[in-house]
């Protein structure tokens, strides 16, 4: 009879914690899939965003990260191995591919995209307003921009006989990118001269291609692979002492001349406000695709200085920031 009650009892103290635990939701994960490398300050801005929804990682969230560093072949095993995970949601920046690797991976896990690939024509949603897929996200039409930045970097330099353009030819926005420099160059009468990198080797190339051809500007292609390699880029334009216009805050922020551009730290918000929504339980197929609105237009002076560039007072009143 003792022995009995004793093994009941003990039965029920083990049972107790297990019912325990089995009432408690599991955590929900977010799948992080980045084409290139991941960059702190959009992170940080990422989980921001999360954590104003009430989602602090380590405590009700989970975020588990796989990154391609550019090799854009690895993406399908990467994005196969977070759908293995049986992850809530998927996040997928760096590039287009990304996106593309995750949906191609699942029809069923919704997915958070921050991508300058159209996503209509690309075929990861129906239309901009109602996606009407598992896919949702911000659509940044950088490759729009590159005459605009052809023309704020011609009045930021005097005169500049010839303009070096760096862009990635595995872009898959390269074509659109391209007709818009030379558009904005024949409307300027500006000489231009195209180079081309996609790997980090090919950087230090351009910039000596940048030296030879005595080029006085340089603009530098909106890419998630160059993004990526910020620093790199920002450091040869300085010992090059060549003027060069970017794409987002980042590379002005770190030293370079100007950027101009949609806030890359306000798309990764975004992605981790949709995010949040989705683990709240919206559906990606109503979740209408972001399209930036705003555009800032950023000069570092300290930098304009050592280059010996008096910035007109035009320009610099129609800046949005000046970094001094």
């Known amino acids: 009879m003792r022995r009995r009650k004793f093994i009941t009892l003990l039965g029920g103290v083990i049972a107790w914690p297990i019912a325990t635990r089995a009432q408690q939701p599991a955590m929900p994960v977010i799948g992080f899939l980045d084409g290139q490398s991941f960059d702190l300050h959009l992170m940080t801005a990422f989980r921001q965003a999360l954590k104003d929804a009430g ?7 989970a975020i588990y990260f796989r990154s391609a560093n550019g090799q854009t072949d690895r993406l399908v095993t990467l994005a196969g ?23 191609a991976a699942t029809t069923t896990i919704p997915i958070v995209f921050v991508s300058g ?3 209509v024509t690309s075929g990861l949603v129906l239309s901009l307003n109602r996606p009407g897929s598992n896919a ?3 659509y940044i039409f950088q490759q729009v921009l590159e005459g605009k930045r052809l023309a704020l970097l011609h009045g930021l330099v005097p005169t500049p ?22 558009d904005s160059a024949r409307a300027l009468g500006q000489q231009v001269n195209i180079l081309s ?25 909106s ?20 003027p060069a216009i970017f794409e987002g805050r980042e590379f002005a922020a770190a030293g370079g001349l100007a950027s101009y551009g949609p806030s890359l730290a306000d798309a990764y918000r975004q992605a981790g406000i949709y995010a949040s929504r ?30 010996g560039l008096d910035v007109l007072p035009g320009l610099s009143s129609s800046a949005d920031e000046i970094i001094e």
Do not use: C, M, W
């Open 81 to 103: 191995d977070i759908v293995g995970r049986r992850v809530t949601v998927i996040v997928t920046a760096g590039g287009g591919a990304a996106a593309l690797a995750a949906y």
């Open 223 to 242: 890419d998630p692979f160059f993004n990526s390699e910020r620093e790199q880029v920002v450091a040869l334009a300085a010992r090059h002492a060549i």
């Open 136 to 138: 949702t996200g911000v």
């Open 161 to 182: 006989t010839l303009i070096a353009v760096l862009l990635n030819p595995t872009n898959a926005n390269f074509q659109s990118q391209l007709r818009g420099v030379q």
């Open 197 to 221: 990198a996609s790997a980090a080797r090919d950087i230090d190339t351009a910039f000596a291609t940048v030296r030879a051809s005595g080029a006085g500007a340089l603009l530098v292609g």
């Open 278 to 307: 989705i683990l709240k339980g919206e559906k990606p197929a109503d979740l209408p695709i972001v399209q930036p609105t705003k555009f800032d237009f950023v000069i570092n002076l300290k930098t304009a200085k050592a280059l």
């Open 55 to 61: 989602y602090i990682e380590g405590r009700n969230v």
């Open 117 to 119: 690939v159209d996503p």
